[in-house]
């Protein structure tokens, strides 16, 4: 009788966790909008180092939010984006991937599969919430795999609520990468890449 009552009351919890309301997807913010701003780590060739939104202005980003390092759905959808990273790359269009993974764990699946972008690091879920991503799967605490494209004002131009890992690279660099970013002449003074990208020399001023 008391095994009966603790399966009773494990499938009742179960229950109230499966259908309570899931705050990030009622706060996605939608195309159109300004994209939520944040700043804080990201974890690229080998270090840890500053980031925040304004860092891109000037340039498209791709930001997606993935569940973990190291799994099938994730490592498919992350090499897409490195495979075609040069193709972005020359059309100004930068790539970020946030996870709810550590440091150690982004550094590790970056050198793994030769990920040439960064992985954000947002322990406390911030920016996942902040994009409505945040407690995709509830009891995992996992954020929810979906696709933002930002524009270079920081404007939300592109919504991919439900993304296929091996096609989404793919749908994107066809509707926002596939022209080369032209060359103003004379050349600008300004520096071609994002700050943040630059060699890690060159980083040790930055904010």
Not at 12 to 18: C, K, N, Q, S, W
Not at 22 to 27: L, M
Not at 61 to 79: H, I, R, W
Request: charged letters at 20%; aromatic letters at 10%.
């Amino acid at each position: 009788m008391r095994l009966i009552v603790l399966i009773a009351a494990a499938a009742a919890a179960f229950a109230l966790v499966a259908m309570r309301p899931r705050r990030g997807e009622a706060a996605m913010p939608q195309a159109g909008q300004p994209a939520p701003d944040f700043q804080g780590q990201m974890v690229y060739e080998g270090q840890i180092r500053p980031i925040k939104l304004s860092d891109y202005k000037g340039y498209k980003l791709v930001l997606y939010f993935y569940p973990k390092d190291n799994t099938p759905g994730c490592t498919k959808e992350a090499c897409a984006f490195r495979d075609g990273f040069r193709q972005f790359k020359a059309a100004g269009v930068y790539i970020l991937g946030c996870s709810v993974d550590s440091a150690q764990s982004h550094a590790a699946f970056i050198q793994k599969y030769n990920l040439p972008f960064p992985l954000l690091l947002d322990p406390d879920r911030k920016i996942a919430t902040a994009y409505g991503a945040a407690n995709g799967i509830p009891i995992l605490g996992l954020n929810r795999r979906i696709t933002f494209v930002i524009d270079e004002n920081g404007r939300i131009v592109k919504v991919y609520p439900q993304v296929d890992p091996a096609a989404n690279a793919g749908q994107i660099l066809k509707a926002y990468a596939s022209t080369p970013r032209p060359t103003p002449s004379p050349a600008p003074t300004a520096a071609p890449t994002p700050n943040k990208h630059r060699a890690a020399p060159e980083d040790s001023g930055s904010e």
